[in-house]
């Protein structure tokens, strides 16, 4: 299923996808749209993004600090942003830029989901294909 899935995915679906899976702040996506769609508006862009979360393919969530048992500091997915919320914070544009001071704390972060991990995957019988 992944696959057919996949190949139906527009270009500009697939970088948030991909994005995603990275679990990388929502800037990021810039470096994955093809040039033709850098150049849309963010709201236009937004209403991509909104479709797959509407899926339950990728949910937003806001950057928070970690960590890790060793004792070094890095990054992990914070507090989920409501979906009610996300059109009017998906409309302002700094949400789409890296922060300028360097702090990403806070950031839009893309995360995928369980349902998501079955369009951007293989499943078993495609990989023994």
Known sequence: MSKQEWDTLTKSE??????????????????????ADQSRPVNELAGILLALIDRRWIEVCRLAPWTSPAGESGFQPGKLVP???????????????????????????????????????????????
């Open 14 to 35: 697939e970088a948030f996808m991909v994005n995603s899976y990275e679990i990388d702040i929502l800037a990021g996506v810039w470096g994955d749209l093809d040039e």
């Open 83 to 129: 979906r009610d919320q996300l059109p009017a914070i998906l409309e302002d544009a700094a949400n789409w830029e890296y922060p300028e001071d360097g702090n990403w704390i806070g950031a839009l972060t893309l995360v995928e989901t369980e349902a998501g991990k079955k369009i951007t995957r293989l499943s078993p019988e495609e990989m023994a294909e």
